[in-house]
């Protein structure tokens, strides 16, 4: 099972539309895909909470063990990751939780935006220990329909192709 995260809180935002049609064309193609979306509900990382953590920290924790690959998509805020998105992952740190894990890192801004956000997050994901992949899938507004899901075919199968090339790179990984 691949999981597969946000980074926008925003449940309109082009990273959440792009998390969801990769999750349904993985589906066409037999890979099982979990969206995770508690990320909004992590208390801000509190070292002192390690030992006995809150049950939503436990349940993220354990999604993210469980996976045996994670697609991330996030959007650049202030140059950087946005603020909970990053809480997410440093609730991760203690338990090990993406230690060696298959991630792939989804780039959906325009062709020139978005590099801050990328570099942060591979910095934040080599202190993971993370097996971290990037793929670039630009997706504009009008990609994405009236209900705010992503319309174009063409864009929503080479979403899907990022999720089944994870999977395949998560069952290498599992069977090492």
Same mark, same amino acid.
């Given at each position: 099972?691949?999981?597969?995260?946000?980074?926008?809180?925003?449940?309109?935002?082009?990273?959440?539309?792009?998390?969801?049609?990769?999750?349904?064309?993985?589906?066409?193609?037999?890979?099982?895909?979990?969206?995770?979306?508690?990320?909004?509900?992590?208390?801000?990382?509190?070292?002192?909470?390690?030992?006995?953590?809150?049950?939503?920290?436990?349940?993220?924790?354990?999604?993210?063990?469980?996976?045996?690959?994670?697609?991330?998509?996030?959007?650049?805020?202030?140059?950087?990751?946005?603020?909970?998105?990053?809480?997410?992952?440093?609730?991760?740190?203690?338990?090990?939780?993406?230690?060696?894990? &298959? @991630? +792939?890192?989804?780039? *959906?801004?325009?062709? %020139?935006?978005? !590099?801050?956000?990328?570099?942060?997050?591979? #910095?934040?994901?080599?202190?993971?220990?993370?097996?971290?992949?990037?793929?670039?899938? &630009? @997706? +504009?507004?009008?990609? *994405?329909?009236?209900? %705010?899901?992503? !319309?174009?075919?063409?864009?929503?199968?080479? #979403?899907?192709?990022?999720?089944?090339?994870?999977?395949?790179?998560?069952?290498?990984?599992?069977? +090492?």
């Amino acid at each position: 099972m691949i999981l597969a995260i946000s980074g926008s809180l925003r449940r309109d935002s082009l990273n959440a539309a792009a998390i969801r049609a990769a999750a349904l064309a993985a589906a066409l193609a037999g890979v099982s895909v979990r969206i995770e979306e508690s990320v909004r509900e992590l208390p801000h990382f509190d070292p002192d909470l390690e030992a006995s953590p809150p049950s939503s920290v436990r349940r993220f924790r354990e999604a993210c063990e469980r996976a045996e690959g994670v697609l991330l998509a996030a959007p650049e805020y202030a140059f950087g990751i946005p603020g909970a998105f990053k809480n997410a992952l440093d609730w991760t740190v203690g338990t090990g939780s993406l230690y060696r894990k &298959p @991630v +792939a890192l989804l780039a *959906v801004a325009p062709p %020139g935006r978005g !590099a801050h956000v990328r570099a942060a997050l591979d #910095l934040v994901l080599q202190a993971l220990d993370a097996d971290v992949t990037h793929h670039s899938v &630009p @997706v +504009a507004q009008p990609d *994405v329909d009236a209900g %705010g899901e992503i !319309a174009d075919p063409q864009l929503r199968e080479a #979403l899907g192709e990022v999720v089944v090339e994870l999977a395949h790179r998560a069952g290498a990984a599992h069977a +090492a």
